[in-house]
């Protein structure tokens, strides 16, 4: 069993940054790909950003490159996203997930979520 928890989310104007944090307990998750999702309201859960176990390789959306990073802390078993420039579109839940197989960008590659954490970028 993996536990999954995200923080760091927030209102935010367009321009502006805000760091997720998502922790990670149970299984060793520092041997596994993690990744952030999001979903806006009406939509369905988009994959964001993903990074290899050892934090080495990293995969973004193109609506993110440039703005968004990826990183991990395996000592502190926690995963970070960087959102610099954000964007009213950007408002959205965002997901932590551990990677299970499969595609990293999509939803049904990932077995355990966190409960998300609201980011709204005010125009």
């Known amino acids: 069993q993996v536990q999954v928890v995200e923080s760091g989310g927030g209102l935010v104007q367009a321009g502006g940054s805000l760091r997720l944090s998502c922790s990670a307990s149970?299984?060793?998750?520092?041997?596994?790909?993690m990744a952030w999702f999001r979903q806006a309201p009406g939509k369905e859960r988009e994959f964001v950003a993903a990074?290899?176990?050892?934090?080495?390789?990293?995969y973004y959306a193109d609506s993110v490159k440039g703005r968004f990073t990826i990183s991990r802390d395996n000592a502190k078993k926690a995963v970070y996203l960087q959102m610099n420039s954000l964007k009213p579109e950007d408002t959205a839940i965002y997901y932590c997930?551990?990677?299970?197989?499969?595609?990293?960008?999509?939803?049904?590659?990932?077995?355990?979520w966190g409960q998300g954490t609201q980011v709204t970028v005010s125009s």
């Open positions: 990074a290899s176990w050892s934090g080495a390789t990293t």
């Open positions: 997930g551990s990677y299970r197989s499969g595609s990293y960008y999509r939803k049904s590659s990932y077995d355990y």
């Open positions: 149970g299984r060793t998750p520092s041997i596994y790909a």
